[in-house]
């Protein structure tokens, strides 16, 4: 199956537990996956999810040490099937 790879905090949750969709962000060669939480009573938001923190209100949330949420930022290379991910 084939995968989107980036790099990341370890702590970032990219499973399908969540109610809204995820987006490949693709952007000056930097490639992310977000979720979209608009809905008929929210403004549209990107988010990120965090294993530690919860739901992270920043489509750039802990992909780098300088967007980090926290001081346990750990990098770590992921794997996200591309199956899971909605463009």
């Known amino acids: 199956m084939p995968t989107i790879k980036f790099t990341c905090c370890d702590a970032l949750d990219f499973s399908d537990s969540y109610p809204a969709q995820k987006h490949l962000i693709?952007?000056?060669?930097?490639?992310?996956?977000?979720?979209?939480?608009?809905?008929?009573?929210?403004q549209p938001m990107l988010v990120q999810f965090?294993?530690?923190?919860?739901?992270?209100?920043?489509?750039?949330?802990?992909?780098?040490?300088?967007?980090?949420a926290c001081n346990d930022y750990n990098?770590?290379?992921?794997?996200?099937?591309?199956?899971?991910?909605?463009?």
């Open 75 to 87: 990098d770590a290379l992921v794997s996200v099937p591309r199956t899971n991910i909605y463009y």
């Open 50 to 68: 965090c294993k530690k923190r919860g739901r992270l209100n920043s489509a750039e949330a802990c992909l780098d040490k300088a967007h980090a």
């Open 26 to 42: 693709a952007s000056g060669g930097a490639t992310k996956v977000t979720w979209d939480r608009s809905g008929p009573f929210r």
